[in-house]
């Protein structure tokens, strides 16, 4: 009888010392930073360069991409995206995707950054690059303009995966380049619902977002391994400010605890804060496609002087369709706008050369301006044609739109580029406009 209730004894306390050792083992690690959005500033960090989990968090990187894709014409917002199965088979937090079915890029870039869904991050990622090793190097390339020095990703959606990792302090500094490089587009992490096409989805931060005064995004994150993550901001008067937790226990005490950093930062930052944005980084457009190309016909005469053997002919792709045969190979060859004679000493086999490379300020005309609502039609076609007679020129050909809804009519311009959708509010504003706001294509 002694014995027994010895070994039961015993087996009680390996019970009990091996559930305590799980629950140190699965803890996640924790980590934070409080920064100045105006500014930059960093007000407080607590292990803020470790490199841990982001799990969803990796989607603002998603996010960041799909937004730069779509500001620069490289992918149109209504593209009609076939979901393939992979996507359709991703789990959890799922959007109920099928496999075949097209959706809009649109709607894909609502469930990832609302719902925070996994099935939409891999369809906007086949939609921009293709294969996830492509649309990973173009993550990291990113990562690494933007100062993000710590950051390695491997997926579009930020499930755990061994590599994929990412720290506070890079987490602070993407949040701070959505707010401030893609305005119109960051509007949306505020949305504590929003119509996905297929339903109607919830933001998984919505909690905070009530609950904290002036908070206004920016995204969640969990996984077993990573914790309750959450990178948010929040804006009282002249301040805003960024704070960003890896590892929280759960949702209740992740939220208590960033509501908490953000108190810190408001107290700790002044009214007066300089407004220095982040520098913007050059749109970049990068064809991971590998050729090796044989020159069967010059489309040019041959330079005098020149060594033929050695020389290869470089031209847009149309242009030597007809004269170059291709096949895929290790080798890369760049191709750029002006033709020339190139000597081929100049290459190296190295498969990370950029093949194509451009820098632009886009004009794709895509953004609208919206005069609030009004209670007639009347009123609103009114203050569309006097907004219209005040701004000729950079409204020019720009839409006159009057929209009914539930608040009345909307008056709104549409066709517009982000510049002048942005200067037209500016200018609007200081004509004593009461309402003027310039939204992106997710908007």
């Known amino acids: ?20 050792m799980s629950s140190i083992a699965i803890s996640a690690p924790y980590a934070d930073v409080v ?54 088979n991703e789990r959890p937090s799922k959007l109920g995707l099928r496999a075949g079915q097209k959706i809009s890029l649109r709607y894909l870039i609502r469930a990832a950054a609302i719902k925070s869904a996994k099935d939409p991050a891999n369809p ?13 190097r173009r993550m990291n390339r990113t990562a690494k303009s933007l100062g993000m020095t710590r950051s390695t990703f491997k997926n579009a959606h930020g499930l755990t995966e061994k590599g994929h990792l990412s720290t506070a302090r890079d987490m602070t500094i993407l949040g701070r380049h959505l707010m401030y490089d893609y305005p119109g587009y960051y509007k949306i992490f505020r949305r504590k619902e929003t119509d996905a096409s297929l339903q109607k989805v919830r933001n998984t931060n919505r909690k905070f977002l009530s609950a904290y005064n002036g908070a206004d995004g ?16 929040a804006k009282r008067e002249n301040k805003r400010i960024i704070a960003t937790v890896f590892g929280g226990k759960s949702t209740l005490t992740r939220n208590k605890q960033v509501a908490k950093l953000l108190d810190i930062g408001f107290k700790r930052t002044s009214a007066n804060s300089p407004l220095i944005p982040p520098k913007r980084i050059p749109y970049q457009l990068v064809k991971e496609q590998e050729y090796n190309i044989r020159v069967t016909k010059s489309l040019r005469p041959i330079a005098k002087n020149s060594n033929t053997e050695n020389d290869i002919l470089l031209a847009m792709a149309q242009d030597i369709a007809n004269t170059v ?3 895929l190979s290790k080798n890369l060859v760049k191709v750029t706008n002006n033709p020339q004679l190139v000597s081929s000493n100049t290459w190296s086999d190295k498969k990370d050369l950029i093949v194509v490379s451009r820098s632009s300020e886009p004009s794709i005309k895509n953004w609208r301006v919206d005069l609030g609502n009004h209670n007639t039609r009347f009123q609103a076609e009114k203050l569309l044609l006097r907004a219209a007679l005040h701004e000729i020129s950079l409204l020019a050909g720009a839409k006159r739109i009057v929209a009914q809804g539930r608040g009345g009519f909307e008056a709104r ?23 003027c706001e310039a939204l992106g294509p997710t908007s």
């Open 35 to 88: 920064m100045d959005a105006r500014s930059g500033e960093i007000l407080r960090t607590r292990n803020a360069d470790t490199r841990l989990h982001p799990a969803s968090l990796t989607k603002m990187m998603t996010l960041y991409i799909a937004f730069e894709a779509i500001e620069n014409g490289e992918i149109d917002v209504d593209k009609k995206v076939i979901i393939s199965r992979k996507a359709a």
């Open 124 to 136: 906007i990622r086949e939609s921009i690059s293709g294969s996830e090793p492509a649309f990973a």
């Open 413 to 435: 311009f549409t066709n517009l580029s982000r510049g002048n959708a942005e200067k037209i509010c500016v200018k609007l504003k200081a004509r004593n406009f009461q309402s």
């Open 325 to 327: 045969k291709i096949t």
């Open 218 to 233: 920016i995204k969640t994150g969990y996984t077993h391994k990573a914790g309750f993550n959450l990178v948010a901001s």
């Open 1 to 20: 009888m002694k014995t027994w209730l010895k070994l039961r004894m015993l087996f009680l306390f390996v019970a009990i010392a091996i559930s305590t």
